[in-house]
């Protein structure tokens, strides 16, 4: 198959929502008032460019450009084609990703038709409107907003309405396949999108291989068995033909590895294929931490044309056994190679309010962040978008597992209408055959939270309808089950148990027990999450302000005002003056704070409760994953993040990092007694000597014992308990570290930072290394330091920061330019003046 590119020089412009049909078409022919513009194109981008509208994410601006709702948007494209091209006798398909989200397509005066859905593409065989030379594409967009009405049956829910921000959410999200954040949420504004992903043309051939779809079913004694299944697609309905098809794969060192060349017999249209492939000596694909990501590729040939797939040798189950110890509960746990992989990570979300302004370097930067912070999962939350194809390719790059949602969010769906009902059975067999060779791709969910409304929605007593449980409950299942066996479907997050967010079985929304409580204390209160006996926490979050450089950005040149009407717009309507209880419980009394103290503090707080949080439910036996809500932000604010919309780091990155470590050891109060947890995802089993007890602050009195400890490898063991030292709290610090290794000591916090008797501590700081990318620093301290960190500018990326270090102990960190920054490091001479620890 060959494709043209059809995504340079474009033409936009708006008119009256009167227009449409061929009226447009003809009345368009003259019109020269175009803006110019490249696809994917949101139309906020052009007229942002040309001064027509301001950034709608800085200050309050989003509200200046909701007209676009009101207009109708019309996209031009002239595009030259040969004689052969024009002339093709195979077909050649036109294809438009993301249209979002009426779309009516024109080519070269004629009407292709309307499409009506974000989630998957308009694809259409063109042939017989093909001209050679120039040929003109037209198409008409609108949010669609103004093609359905408010029906009852999508009045009742709407989550982002209920939290009481007036000017975000509308009712009628629910008919239109688009991105349901578009219409404001609590972490994003209205920004009701519009435009046009990529566009192409494919010229197909007349042989060719069509869907692909290849996977591990089993490994044993050294040798990967593979399902493969294609489809040879024959394009002539008159005739049967002889065929070959070949085979080969690659290894990850490009060593071919397989090969097989077969003859066919094929009939007109679509031959489906079956194949058992053994290999021998496979690299196993692991979740980062847990060991590499090889990737495998398959080519296969047939006539002139070639389809390749990357995939990767893993096998995957979702382990939901028995407890035994736990009469009626069950597990909920990923299960890679046979080896339980406990899910560090977070809830990703669009990157940005103007989704078709995302690009691969976005994508990359966001993955790569998030493997940083020694992530192995992200879930694709059902409110936003099944992203593009570098997003999936990068997770397997970097062995991020993904947890993909259907796009359902927070809402009633109108399945009962044979329309919505259709574009739903569309949308869910393109993604799933387009997601389903993904080594990353480890879930199907049905939706967002709709089961969790559903319990609590009056409307069963009404009429028995609830929208959405058809999709939910027999498409999906159905048809994924169709599509890819092997990968587990899950009908909605949170499900499981006997309702959904029960801690017997499936996974939890952990937000009313702490962020979202009525009760202030429980929302800033760590230690509240080791009450969870869930199985697996797929949301739950905490909420911080972002770097100052980004308040400065969102601020575009107004004083930064912390009562003022821009904070209060950027500030997540779930905030409710939790930033500022936090910060009077953990470290002082909020009110006369400067803006960069606020931040420090504020960050400090979203640090201890995420770095907290994560850490019990690591520490749990039967708690597969902890995810918080959320990764990515879709524009600047003080939210629930750790890096933001401008990818700036907040203070409370680190935090989660070490929450997160591959190696790790955790340590938990109960009943005087405390217990400790080692983490040890490495693939060889590991021993070494435990020192634990505790010393005082400023390191005079120490009191320890040494154990010898060991864990198998990719496993965690409770390795400890022993009974909570003497003294007073607010003067020594329970500890516990291993000997000879790099792993970070766990540290027990008894009572609030604030109440601490701490003196201050003498830094030592050392250069071990220097280019002029990357310095290397040992830091160290005499006495017990809290949260050392330097506040450099985010174009400073550092390696740890924000850290404790007890007496005597040292640290070592390097601090890297971010990619394209043009800066110098800071001296040593610099770092030493700006290196400190808070109190
Ligand atoms: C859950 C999510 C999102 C929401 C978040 C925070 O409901 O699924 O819908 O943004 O909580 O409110």
Redesign the pocket.
């Known amino acids: 198959m060959k494709t043209i590119d059809l995504n340079k020089n474009w033409q936009v412009g708006d008119e009256d929502l009167s227009l449409k049909g061929m009226k447009g078409v003809s009345v368009l022919k003259d019109r020269d008032n175009w803006y110019n513009t490249d696809l994917p194109c949101d139309v906020r981008q052009p007229l942002i460019r040309n001064g027509i509208i301001k950034e709608p994410l800085e200050k309050l601006n989003c509200y200046e450009s909701e007209w676009v709702e009101e207009r109708s948007w019309w996209f031009k494209k002239t595009f030259l084609l040969t004689p052969d091209q024009a002339d093709s006798t195979c077909p050649v398909d036109l294809i438009l990703d993301y249209v979002d989200v009426y779309g009516d397509i024109f080519l070269n005066g004629e009407y292709l038709g309307c499409h009506k859905s974000v989630h998957y593409p308009f694809k259409q065989e063109i042939r017989r409107f093909l001209h050679r030379g120039e040929n003109t594409l037209l198409v008409r967009v609108t949010t669609g907003l103004e093609r359905v009405s408010d029906q009852p049956q999508v009045k009742e829910v709407c989550?982002e309405v209920r939290?009481n921000r007036g000017d975000r959410g509308d009712y009628r999200r629910v008919l239109l396949r688009k991105p349901q954040y578009a219409f404001g949420?609590?972490?994003g504004p209205r920004v009701a999108t519009c435009g046009l992903g990529e566009a192409r043309l494919e010229f197909h051939a007349p042989l060719e291989i069509g869907d692909l779809k290849i996977y591990t079913s089993s490994l044993e004694d050294d040798k990967a068995v593979l399902n493969l299944e294609f489809e040879v697609i024959h394009h002539d309905i008159l005739s049967t033909r002889e065929g070959q098809v070949q085979i080969s794969v690659t290894d990850p060192l490009r060593q071919t590895v397989y090969q097989d060349k077969s003859d066919l017999f094929l009939r007109a249209g679509v031959n489906p294929f079956r194949r058992k492939i053994t290999l021998n000596k496979p690299s196993l694909w692991w979740p980062r931490g847990y060991g590499e990501q090889p990737l495998y590729k398959i080519t296969m040939q047939t006539g002139d044309s070639r389809a390749t797939e990357t995939f990767a040798i893993r096998t995957l189950r979702l382990n939901q056994d028995k407890i035994d110890s736990k009469p009626g509960e069950r597990r909920f746990v990923f299960e890679i190679n046979g080896v339980d992989i406990f899910a560090r990570g977070a809830n990703w979300i669009p990157a940005d309010s103007l989704f078709q302004r995302v690009d691969d370097k976005k994508y990359r930067t966001l993955i790569e962040e998030a493997a940083e912070m020694n992530f192995t999962m992200l879930r694709v939350?059902g409110?936003g978008l099944y992203e593009k194809d570098f997003f999936y390719d990068k997770c397997d790059e970097m062995g991020i597992l993904v947890w993909q949602d259907f796009m359902f969010?927070?809402a009633h769906y109108p399945d009962r209408n044979e329309e919505f009902r259709e574009l739903v059975t569309k949308e869910l067999t393109y993604q799933i055959n387009r997601l389903k060779n993904h080594a990353s791709l480890v879930l199907w969910c049905g939706n967002?939270?709709n089961q969790w409304i559903f319990e609590n929605t009056s409307r069963r007593e009404e009429d028995g309808f609830l929208g959405g449980e058809w999709i939910y409950d027999n498409l999906a299942p159905r048809l994924t089950h169709l599509l890819s066996d092997h990968i587990p479907y899950w009908n909605s997050s949170p499900f499981g148990g006997d309702l959904p967010n029960s801690s017997q079985a499936g996974d939890c929304?952990y937000?009313h027990q702490c962020m979202m409580n009525p009760e202030m204390e429980k929302r800033i209160t760590p230690e509240e999450y080791d009450r969870t006996e869930h199985k697996f926490i797929s949301?739950y979050?905490y909420v911080g302000p972002c770097a100052k450089e980004t308040i400065e950005t969102y601020f575009a040149g107004e004083p930064i005002d912390r009562t003022g009407e821009i904070w209060s717009h950027h500030n997540n309507t779930?905030e409710k003056d939790t930033v500022a209880a936090g910060i009077k419980k953990h470290y002082c009394d909020p009110e006369n704070l400067s803006l960069d103290d606020y931040l420090l503090y504020a960050g400090l707080v979203q640090g201890l409760m995420y770095n907290y949080s994560l850490e019990s439910f690591r520490f749990k036996e039967f708690c597969g994953g902890g995810l918080y809500?959320?990764f990515n932000d879709t524009w600047g604010e003080t939210g629930?993040t750790v890096i933001d919309y401008y990818l700036n780091r907040k203070i409370s990155f680190p935090y989660v990092r070490r929450a997160f470590e591959p190696q790790k050891l955790i340590m938990r109060l109960k009943d005087d007694l405390v217990h400790v947890m080692l983490c040890h995802d490495g693939a060889d089993d590991f021993e070494a000597d435990l020192e634990y007890g505790s010393v005082s602050f400023d390191g005079s009195s120490l009191n320890t014992e040494i154990l010898s400890v060991k864990v198998g490898a990719r496993s965690q063991k409770q390795v400890l308990s022993f009974p909570k030292p003497d003294g007073v709290a607010a003067e020594r610090v329970v500890f516990c570290r291993l000997k000879g290794s790099e792993t970070i000591p766990a540290l027990l916090r008894e009572v609030p930072f604030r109440s601490l008797r701490l003196t201050k501590p003498q830094l030592g700081l050392s250069e071990e290394e220097r280019t002029k990318e990357s310095v290397t620093l040992k830091i160290s301290s005499d006495k017990f330091a809290h949260a050392v960190h330097f506040g450099l500018s985010p174009v400073f990326l550092l390696s740890d920061e924000y850290f404790d270090l007890l007496p005597g102990e040292s640290r070592t960190i390097s601090i890297e330019i971010k990619e394209g920054r043009e800066v110098s490091l800071p001296s040593l001479d610099e770092l030493i003046m700006n290196c400190r620890s808070v109190f």
């Open positions: 989550t939290a949420w609590d972490w939350w409110g969010g927070c967002n939270e929304h937000w949301e979050g779930f809500w959320m629930w």
